[in-house]
Structures are given as structure tokens and as C-alpha cells.
T-cell receptor, first 109, second 114 residues
């Protein structure tokens, strides 16, 4: 069956680093996405991993381990505007994309 | 603006009525996806298209839901005999093709069923 798990909520301090974990069990695997979604807005693309390892893009990095069914999103130098939900999503073998429930990240000043 | 557009942005209807939503993907994007999202949840897959062909429809979707993409460009999602449980944000997303690594989401249509 399909299962994507990520923490429901996390809190971090402005300027700090936070890691949001995601574990998945899906029907086939064609890549993993991270999206950011501010309240009341549509998701916006952050990253895509299909091979094992770390992909860095500015303050955001995403890691994938296919053998462990595990990914994380690392946010550095947190800013207040990073307060949002972060969605982990897996592209299955048939190219269908399944989303997790999202992690609400609260940034404290 | 050349992004994904959806119409209407908000829809309030009475239980039992039919509603239809429209999505215009980014030009030349072959893949089009429909999702439903409720508060505090991630987007839930409903269906997707490759050009005009509907590739899959979620097993969670009742027969009251139907989607079309007649000319491989815009798409419509119709809900017949709406129920209060259909209240949600309906999101459309498009990608260039099956190999594309990024989906672009529209602003969504918020449906409220009274």
C-alpha cells in the first residue's frame, strides 16, 4: 500500500537549522518531491530527488535514501517567512504523485 | 501571467447541486493533475491526464466525480449531487510531460457545500 509519514508539526527559532523527515512506502518509486505551502496558497516546488544523496539549493537541501525509504528537507538560516507547511510527495512508477499530510513549521523570533 | 489558472476561485453551493471547475494548464504542458485538499492535510490525488487521455482515477473517488480534458488543453472537474463532505480546496497542477520533475500548481478552487 501507499504510506508517506512526516511529523505533523515542528517549531524552530529564527536563524536556526531544522530538518523535516519523511518516510515512505509506495508502489514503485520514480522520485521524491518537497513542496512548500503557505496557508491559503497553492504548493510551490522546492526540490526533487531521484538518486540517493544530498541536493543543495541555497538555504534548502534535500536528502534521499531509496533503500531506507527515507528523505529529509533541511532548512538553514531560518527566516520568519519560512513558516509554512512542507509537503513530502512521491512519484510512483505510473507517474502518479502521492502527497504526505505535510509538516507545519512554526518559526519563533 | 502564464501560470496555471483555475476558475472559479471560490464556489458556494447547496447540497445536491452540480458544480464544474475549470483548469487551464501552462501552455504546452501535457500532464494535468487534479487534487483535493482539506484543512491540515496534504493534497489527495484525484485523477490525471496525459494530453486528452485520462490515465487514472483514484479509487477513493465516487462516481459523482468526473473529469475531462477534451482537446488536451484545459480540463474540467464536475461534481454531481454535491455533499457537505465535498467541501475542500480543489487543486490543479500541470507538468511538461511524464518525465518532468516539477509540477506547477494553480491557485485552487475552494468549494463550500452548505
Amino acid at each position: 500500500g501507499q504510506n508517506i509519514d512526516q511529523p505533523t508539526e515542528m517549531t524552530a527559532t529564527e536563524g536556526a537549522i531544522v530538518q523535516i523527515n519523511c518516510t515512505y512506502q509506495t508502489s514503485g518509486f520514480n522520485g521524491l518531491f518537497w513542496y512548500q505551502q503557505h496557508a491559503g496558497e497553492a504548493p510551490t516546488f522546492l526540490s526533487y530527488n531521484v538518486l540517493d544523496g544530498l541536493e543543495e539549493k541555497g538555504r534548502f537541501s534535500s536528502f534521499l535514501s531509496r533503500s531506507k525509504g527515507y528523505s529529509y528537507l533541511l532548512l538553514k538560516e531560518l527566516q520568519m517567512k519560512d513558516s509554512a507547511s512542507y509537503l513530502c510527495a512521491v512519484k510512483e512508477r505510473d507517474d502518479k504523485i502521492i502527497f504526505g499530510k505535510g509538516t507545519r513549521l512554526h518559526i519563533l523570533p | 501571467d502564464t501560470g496555471v489558472s483555475q476558475d472559479p476561485r471560490h464556489k458556494i453551493t447547496k447540497r445536491g447541486q452540480n458544480v464544474t471547475f475549470r483548469c487551464d494548464p501552462i501552455s504546452e504542458h501535457n500532464r494535468l493533475y487534479w487534487y483535493r485538499q482539506t484543512l491540515g492535510q496534504g493534497p489527495e490525488f484525484l485523477t490525471y491526464f496525459q494530453n486528452e487521455a485520462q490515465l487514472e482515477k483514484s479509487r477513493l473517488l465516487s462516481d459523482r466525480f468526473s473529469a475531462e480534458r477534451p482537446k488536451g488543453s484545459f480540463s474540467t472537474l464536475e461534481i454531481q449531487r454535491t455533499e457537505q463532505g465535498d467541501s475542500a480546496m480543489y487543486l490543479c497542477a500541470s507538468s511538461l510531460d511524464w518525465a518532468a520533475n516539477e509540477q506547477f500548481f494553480g491557485p485552487g478552487t475552494r468549494l463550500t457545500v452548505l
